[in-house]
């Protein structure tokens, strides 16, 4: 037996046969030709097919990685547009007189490079997606057969990297595990395996193609991968599957159950979703309502700066489809980590304390008012929350409102229809953390955004993989933002929340009940799991000591 590490993304166990994933090899001809219009026309039509093809990749991811996953093919969609691009392949071979193909490698692999010369994490992990592309587009061009060819039977997949397309491409009813040689834990494969839930592993540097057809386990859990394993381990990983398999089972019969301690607590167990596609994750999993909705994914997913009335249909498709359940819609939140070409943003030297977020609203005021105008025509048909994200003072939350009730004075002297909503703010940096007295006299909820929080408080940049040792999202000054805040919000009578990825967490879940929180929005996945862990804390008993 051979046992092999690597850096868990998804726990779980798969047990199979493994099959290599192997990137095509291509061969290009680099000999010159004599007339290069030929070439030009061979390259847009690979191009529009490989367009066509990514959008039929993002109506499968759609179905089976929900909407942030799917975003990854339509920004690819959007790349093949680039006429930085474009130009630079057509000038390879209007100006050199090569191949299509040639001119795709060559232009493909300068704007690869470009991305990881960059200093931004984010930016630096975009240079897979170029090479991603560039493959599809060699693929089209010289013939390639692009099926994955893995048979019918389950199979535990080994490869040096994935890119998005490969794995969405992949045959999900056989796929056991995922196991990579390359990737971080940001990357767009490693998004998608926890879309999947699938038990995966990056970073598993000895991988060796003498694996291929050989039986293995994935252990998620230890972060590692059995090659050959002896009968008495299959035998142990089998169990600790099948009481995987019970627990799933078992966390079914909770739908339908309250969100009540032993002791009588009730909270409410909401999901964060990133636009509508999300829905039917939030009913099938139980959520009492969505608790986060990205709006700034309905930015990301469109080539152009979404008009009111696109957003408009999109807010209303939740909030009718899901009504009567209360729908907290933030504000676009772009910036930092999340860029859009039409925003014509600046490189930022620290773009996560940049010009982010409600900085952005409130600076492009025209912009922010189409969002707040749709918002309030969709609360004619649901029950909704506004929340503005990266707030510091009053001065903000108190010009938004006025924004808001510009629009609205607007829509009522157009006769427009709307419905009562609740005002919030999210809690996300450790000024407003330590403003909450004076912030909760001007909303009607706080929703805490951990992730963010942590990142502010302990001077942790998220977006850096070189500094995931030095993180701690249980770090004392954290928890203890967290606590001031429910009081303070209880002090002026709103409830508080928390939307973070800490929500999920349920290590801190009575903690965090026995701070007062009132709420806790997670990953649609994560809610049947939290409401089992809910449901097992008796707060009238004094906590177990720390360890």
């Known amino acids: 037996m051979k046992v092999a590490t690597g850096t868990k ?79 630079e392949c ?13 001119a795709v490698r060559q ?23 170029v090479i991603d592309l560039k493959n599809s587009m060699l693929d089209v061009l010289l013939g390639n057969d692009t099926g994955a060819g893995f048979g019918d039977e389950p199979f535990i997949l080994v490869a040096e990297d994935l890119a998005p397309s490969e794995t969405v491409k992949l045959d999900k009813s056989l796929l056991l595990g995922l196991v990579t040689r390359e990737g971080s834990s940001s990357s767009h494969t490693a998004i998608l395996a926890r879309s999947m839930n699938l038990p995966s592993l990056i970073q598993c540097k000895d991988i060796s193609d003498d694996w291929d057809g050989k039986e293995a386990i994935l252990d998620g859990y230890n972060s590692c991968i059995y090659i050959e394993p002896t009968q008495d381990l299959v035998a142990s990983l089998t169990a600790r599957r099948e009481e995987d398999l019970k627990q799933e089972a078992l966390l079914q019969e909770l739908k339908g159950k309250d969100n009540t301690t032993i002791d009588g607590k009730t909270i409410k167990v909401y999901a964060n979703i990133g636009g509508p596609s999300d829905m039917g994750a939030v009913q099938v999993n139980d959520a009492g309502g969505v608790g986060l909705f990205r709006s700034e ?9 979404p008009s009111e009335e696109a957003q408009f249909e999109a807010y209303k498709r939740v909030l009718e489809t899901l009504s009567p359940k209360f729908v907290i819609i933030r504000t676009c939140d772009i910036g930092a980590d999340k860029t859009i070409d039409y925003m014509d943003l600046d490189k930022e030297e620290n773009p996560a304390l940049g010009y ?30 506004i929340m503005f994200p990266m707030i510091i003072s009053l001065r903000e939350v108190r010009e938004c409102k006025e924004l808001l009730a510009e629009c609205r004075r607007e829509l009522e002297n157009e006769n427009v229809k709307m419905g009562q909503i609740q005002v919030g703010i999210m809690i996300e940096t450790p000024a407003a953390a ?25 001077a942790i940049d998220r977006q850096n993989a070189k500094l995931e040792p030095f993180a701690d999202a249980h770090h004392p000054a954290v928890l203890k933002l967290i606590q001031m805040t429910i009081e303070a919000g209880h002090r002026h009578n709103i409830w508080v929340g928390i939307c973070g990825e800490l929500g999920a967490d349920l290590t801190l879940t009575e903690t965090f009940l026995r701070m007062g929180v009132d709420e806790l929005s997670v990953n649609p996945k994560s809610v049947l799991s939290l409401r089992k862990k809910i449901r097992s804390i008796d707060l009238s008993k004094a906590p177990a000591p720390e360890n």
């Open 9 to 87: 993304i998804v726990n779980g166990i798969g047990i199979g046969k493994i099959r290599i994933f192997k990137a095509p090899v291509y061969d290009i001809d680099e000999s010159e030709v004599e007339d290069p219009i030929p070439e030009l026309k061979r390259f847009e039509d690979a191009r529009i097919k490989v367009q066509q093809a990514q959008h039929a990749l993002y109506e499968k991811a759609l179905q089976t990685a929900g909407e942030e996953s799917a975003g990854i093919f339509e920004a690819h969609e959007l790349m093949l547009d680039d006429d930085d691009l474009i130009d």
């Open 434 to 458: 330590l403003c909450a007295d004076e912030l909760a006299e001007e909303v009607d909820f706080f929703s805490l955004g951990t992730n963010d929080l942590t990142q502010y408080t302990c």
């Open 107 to 129: 232009g493909f692999d300068n704007v690869a490079q470009m991305f990881r010369d960059m200093d931004d994490p984010y930016f630096q992990a975009r240079s897979a997606d």
């Open 297 to 305: 994914f309905v930015y990301l997913g469109s080539p152009v700066d």
């Open 356 to 385: 982010r977020a409600i900085r952005i609203c409130l600076t492009r005021k025209d912009f922010f008012k189409r969002q707040l105008r749709a918002l309030l025509r969709a609360s004619a048909f649901g029950n909704l929350g």
């Open 90 to 102: 057509k000038a390879i071979m209007a100006e050199q007189n090569r191949r299509a193909e040639y």
